[in-house]
Protein backbone atom coordinates (compact mmCIF):
# COMPACT_ATOMS: atom_id res chain seq x y z
CA UNK A 1 0.00 0.00 0.00
CA UNK A 2 1.62 3.37 -0.77
CA UNK A 3 1.45 6.49 0.59
CA UNK A 4 -1.36 7.79 -1.30
CA UNK A 5 -3.87 5.20 0.18
CA UNK A 6 -2.68 6.44 3.95
CA UNK A 7 -5.96 8.19 5.56
CA UNK A 8 -6.40 10.49 8.54
CA UNK A 9 -9.38 9.29 9.94
CA UNK A 10 -11.46 10.78 13.01
CA UNK A 11 -11.20 6.92 15.15
CA UNK A 12 -13.13 6.16 18.47
CA UNK A 13 -10.79 6.89 21.69
CA UNK A 14 -10.02 3.53 23.50
CA UNK A 15 -7.94 3.01 26.50
CA UNK A 16 -5.58 0.98 27.80
CA UNK A 17 -7.15 -2.62 28.87
CA UNK A 18 -10.96 -2.80 28.26
CA UNK A 19 -12.40 0.24 29.73
CA UNK A 20 -12.96 3.30 28.14
CA UNK A 21 -12.70 6.48 30.02
CA UNK A 22 -13.57 9.70 29.25
CA UNK A 23 -9.79 10.39 29.27
CA UNK A 24 -8.91 8.22 27.02
CA UNK A 25 -11.29 9.98 24.35
CA UNK A 26 -8.98 13.16 24.89
CA UNK A 27 -6.17 13.80 22.35
CA UNK A 28 -2.67 11.87 23.31
CA UNK A 29 -0.66 15.30 23.21
CA UNK A 30 0.02 17.78 25.88
CA UNK A 31 -0.52 21.35 24.91
CA UNK A 32 2.43 22.55 26.78
CA UNK A 33 4.64 20.02 25.27
CA UNK A 34 3.43 20.89 21.81
CA UNK A 35 3.88 24.48 22.33
CA UNK A 36 7.31 24.02 23.35
CA UNK A 37 8.56 21.81 20.27
CA UNK A 38 6.58 24.30 18.09
CA UNK A 39 9.11 27.78 19.90
CA UNK A 40 11.81 25.35 18.44
CA UNK A 41 10.85 24.43 15.13
CA UNK A 42 12.59 27.22 13.28
CA UNK A 43 16.04 26.21 14.30
CA UNK A 44 15.08 22.10 14.33
CA UNK A 45 17.49 21.43 11.42
CA UNK A 46 20.56 23.70 13.13
CA UNK A 47 23.09 21.02 14.59
CA UNK A 48 24.48 23.41 16.69
CA UNK A 49 20.97 24.59 18.07
CA UNK A 50 18.81 23.58 20.71
CA UNK A 51 18.16 20.26 19.03
CA UNK A 52 21.67 19.44 18.71
CA UNK A 53 21.37 15.94 20.74
CA UNK A 54 19.15 14.56 18.34
CA UNK A 55 20.91 15.33 15.17
CA UNK A 56 24.44 13.29 17.34
CA UNK A 57 21.64 10.88 18.04
CA UNK A 58 20.48 10.22 14.78
CA UNK A 59 23.06 8.08 12.59
CA UNK A 60 23.21 5.85 15.44
CA UNK A 61 19.06 5.09 15.27
CA UNK A 62 19.30 5.27 11.72
CA UNK A 63 22.10 2.95 11.45
CA UNK A 64 20.07 0.70 14.11
CA UNK A 65 17.29 0.56 12.35
CA UNK A 66 18.11 -0.44 9.05
CA UNK A 67 20.54 -2.79 10.37
CA UNK A 68 17.57 -4.36 12.33
CA UNK A 69 14.51 -4.42 9.59
CA UNK A 70 17.20 -6.28 7.09
CA UNK A 71 17.43 -2.50 5.19
CA UNK A 72 14.63 -0.48 4.12
CA UNK A 73 14.48 -0.58 0.69
CA UNK A 74 10.55 -1.68 -0.55
CA UNK A 75 9.72 -1.03 3.05
CA UNK A 76 6.60 1.87 3.81
CA UNK A 77 7.96 3.53 6.71
CA UNK A 78 5.71 5.65 9.53
CA UNK A 79 7.76 8.13 11.78
CA UNK A 80 5.70 9.01 14.69
CA UNK A 81 5.97 12.19 16.24
CA UNK A 82 8.38 13.39 13.07
CA UNK A 83 8.65 16.41 14.27
CA UNK A 84 10.79 18.38 11.81
CA UNK A 85 11.31 15.51 9.78
CA UNK A 86 15.46 14.42 11.01
CA UNK A 87 14.43 11.09 10.91
CA UNK A 88 11.76 10.80 8.44
CA UNK A 89 14.52 12.32 5.82
CA UNK A 90 16.84 10.23 6.76
CA UNK A 91 14.88 6.72 6.27
CA UNK A 92 13.92 8.02 2.90
CA UNK A 93 17.17 8.54 1.88
CA UNK A 94 17.84 4.97 3.13
CA UNK A 95 16.53 3.77 -0.07
CA UNK A 96 12.90 3.20 1.93
CA UNK A 97 9.79 3.01 -1.21
CA UNK A 98 7.67 5.49 0.67
CA UNK A 99 7.89 8.02 4.37
CA UNK A 100 4.87 9.47 5.87
CA UNK A 101 5.98 11.49 8.97
CA UNK A 102 3.32 12.29 11.14
CA UNK A 103 2.73 15.34 14.23
CA UNK A 104 0.84 16.88 15.97
CA UNK A 105 2.72 20.45 15.40
CA UNK A 106 1.57 22.48 12.21
CA UNK A 107 4.82 24.52 12.83
CA UNK A 108 7.31 21.43 12.49
CA UNK A 109 5.71 19.99 9.69
CA UNK A 110 6.26 23.48 7.70
CA UNK A 111 10.10 23.21 8.70
CA UNK A 112 9.68 19.46 7.64
CA UNK A 113 8.19 19.88 4.12
CA UNK A 114 10.33 22.65 3.95
CA UNK A 115 13.42 20.97 4.61
CA UNK A 116 12.09 17.62 2.41
CA UNK A 117 11.66 20.20 -1.04
CA UNK A 118 14.72 21.87 -0.86
CA UNK A 119 16.63 17.86 -0.32
CA UNK A 120 14.56 16.93 -3.80
CA UNK A 121 12.88 13.84 -1.71
CA UNK A 122 10.47 12.12 -3.71
CA UNK A 123 9.47 9.46 -1.48
CA UNK A 124 8.69 12.02 1.73
CA UNK A 125 5.39 13.09 2.83
CA UNK A 126 4.15 14.98 5.81
CA UNK A 127 0.76 14.60 7.42
CA UNK A 128 -0.70 16.25 10.68
CA UNK A 129 -2.09 14.74 12.64
CA UNK A 130 -2.69 11.50 15.47
CA UNK A 131 -1.47 8.47 15.43
CA UNK A 132 -5.14 7.12 16.33
CA UNK A 133 -6.61 8.88 13.33
CA UNK A 134 -4.47 7.10 10.62
CA UNK A 135 -5.31 3.55 9.24
CA UNK A 136 -3.21 1.76 6.92
CA UNK A 137 -0.41 -0.49 7.50
CA UNK A 138 3.40 0.24 7.43
CA UNK A 139 6.31 -2.10 7.12
CA UNK A 140 8.42 -0.07 9.52
CA UNK A 141 6.72 1.87 12.33
CA UNK A 142 9.18 4.51 14.23
CA UNK A 143 8.61 6.32 17.38
CA UNK A 144 11.86 8.16 18.54
CA UNK A 145 11.87 10.01 21.60
CA UNK A 146 8.10 11.09 21.53
CA UNK A 147 6.41 8.63 24.40
CA UNK A 148 8.28 10.40 27.34
CA UNK A 149 6.06 13.23 26.07
CA UNK A 150 2.66 11.98 25.55
CA UNK A 151 -0.04 11.79 28.42
CA UNK A 152 -0.60 8.11 27.47
CA UNK A 153 2.70 6.42 25.96
CA UNK A 154 1.40 2.50 26.24
CA UNK A 155 -1.56 3.62 24.15
CA UNK A 156 0.19 5.41 21.74
CA UNK A 157 2.83 2.60 21.07
CA UNK A 158 -0.72 0.12 21.33
CA UNK A 159 -1.52 2.75 18.01
CA UNK A 160 1.95 1.95 16.49
CA UNK A 161 1.64 -1.63 16.73
CA UNK A 162 -1.92 -1.12 15.06
CA UNK A 163 -0.49 0.58 12.22
CA UNK A 164 2.39 -2.09 11.88
CA UNK A 165 1.57 -4.96 9.37
CA UNK A 166 1.97 -8.71 10.42
CA UNK A 167 5.55 -9.25 10.22
CA UNK A 168 6.84 -5.93 10.12
CA UNK A 169 9.20 -3.93 12.68
CA UNK A 170 8.57 -1.21 15.09
CA UNK A 171 11.03 1.05 16.54
CA UNK A 172 10.78 2.95 19.77
CA UNK A 173 13.57 5.03 21.28
CA UNK A 174 13.18 7.26 24.97
CA UNK A 175 14.98 7.22 28.22
CA UNK A 176 15.19 5.06 31.33
CA UNK A 177 13.58 6.19 34.65
CA UNK A 178 16.55 5.43 36.65
CA UNK A 179 19.18 7.97 38.62
CA UNK A 180 21.23 8.06 35.88
CA UNK A 181 19.21 9.11 33.26
CA UNK A 182 18.37 12.20 35.45
CA UNK A 183 21.43 12.54 36.59
CA UNK A 184 22.73 12.74 32.88
CA UNK A 185 19.18 13.43 30.94
CA UNK A 186 18.56 16.12 32.71
CA UNK A 187 20.69 17.79 35.26
CA UNK A 188 23.89 17.20 33.03
CA UNK A 189 21.97 18.00 29.48
CA UNK A 190 19.91 20.67 30.67
CA UNK A 191 21.38 22.69 33.56
CA UNK A 192 24.97 21.89 33.29
CA UNK A 193 26.20 20.99 29.69
CA UNK A 194 23.14 23.28 28.27
CA UNK A 195 22.80 20.88 25.42
CA UNK A 196 18.85 20.57 25.78
CA UNK A 197 16.57 23.55 26.94
CA UNK A 198 15.74 23.44 30.63
CA UNK A 199 12.66 21.75 31.14
CA UNK A 200 13.20 19.40 28.08
CA UNK A 201 12.20 16.37 29.80
CA UNK A 202 10.35 15.62 33.76
CA UNK A 203 11.77 12.68 35.01
CA UNK A 204 8.74 10.85 35.62
CA UNK A 205 8.06 10.76 32.59
CA UNK A 206 10.75 8.62 31.53
CA UNK A 207 10.21 5.02 30.82
CA UNK A 208 11.40 2.08 32.00
CA UNK A 209 12.31 -1.08 29.57
CA UNK A 210 10.10 -3.00 31.67
CA UNK A 211 7.23 -0.83 31.41
CA UNK A 212 7.58 -0.95 27.46
CA UNK A 213 7.96 -4.15 27.06
CA UNK A 214 5.13 -4.68 28.89
CA UNK A 215 2.86 -2.05 26.74
CA UNK A 216 4.33 -3.90 23.59
CA UNK A 217 3.25 -7.60 24.27
CA UNK A 218 -0.21 -5.96 25.63
CA UNK A 219 -0.32 -4.46 21.72
CA UNK A 220 0.62 -7.93 20.22
CA UNK A 221 4.27 -7.38 19.83
CA UNK A 222 7.62 -9.02 20.83
CA UNK A 223 10.53 -7.38 21.83
CA UNK A 224 13.93 -8.45 19.68
CA UNK A 225 16.02 -6.03 21.15
CA UNK A 226 17.44 -2.86 23.92
CA UNK A 227 20.52 -0.90 23.23
CA UNK A 228 21.86 1.57 24.59
CA UNK A 229 22.71 4.97 23.17
CA UNK A 230 25.92 6.58 25.20
CA UNK A 231 26.66 10.01 24.52
CA UNK A 232 30.18 11.25 24.73
CA UNK A 233 30.77 15.01 25.82
CA UNK A 234 34.19 15.22 24.50
CA UNK A 235 32.88 14.40 20.69
CA UNK A 236 29.54 15.75 21.51
CA UNK A 237 28.31 12.02 19.55
CA UNK A 238 26.25 8.68 20.52
CA UNK A 239 27.58 5.27 20.24
CA UNK A 240 25.72 2.00 20.41
CA UNK A 241 25.61 0.34 24.36
CA UNK A 242 24.98 -2.35 26.05
CA UNK A 243 24.08 0.03 29.18
CA UNK A 244 20.51 0.79 28.92
CA UNK A 245 20.22 3.16 31.90
CA UNK A 246 20.16 6.01 30.21
CA UNK A 247 19.07 6.69 26.37
CA UNK A 248 17.77 3.40 24.67
CA UNK A 249 15.98 2.36 21.29
CA UNK A 250 14.47 -0.80 21.46
CA UNK A 251 13.15 -3.23 18.29
CA UNK A 252 9.73 -4.57 18.47
CA UNK A 253 8.41 -7.16 15.58
CA UNK A 254 4.28 -8.51 15.27
CA UNK A 255 3.72 -11.69 14.46
CA UNK A 256 3.12 -12.86 10.79
CA UNK A 257 0.01 -13.68 11.40
CA UNK A 258 -1.44 -11.30 13.80
Not at 140 to 169: D, F, I, K
Amino acid sequence: MGIENRKLTRRPGGSQGNAVNEEARQPNADAAELERFAAMAAQWWDPNGPNRPLHAMNPVRVGYIVERAGGLAGRNCLDVGCGGGLLSESLASEGAESVLGLDASAEMLEVARLHAEAGGLDNLEYRLGAAEELEGEFDVVCCLEVLEHVPRPGELLAECARLTRPGGHVFVSTLNRTLAAFALGIVSAEFVLGLLPRGTHRYEKFIRPSELEAWARAAGLSARDFTGLQYNPLHGSFRRSGNIDVNYIAHFTKAAGA
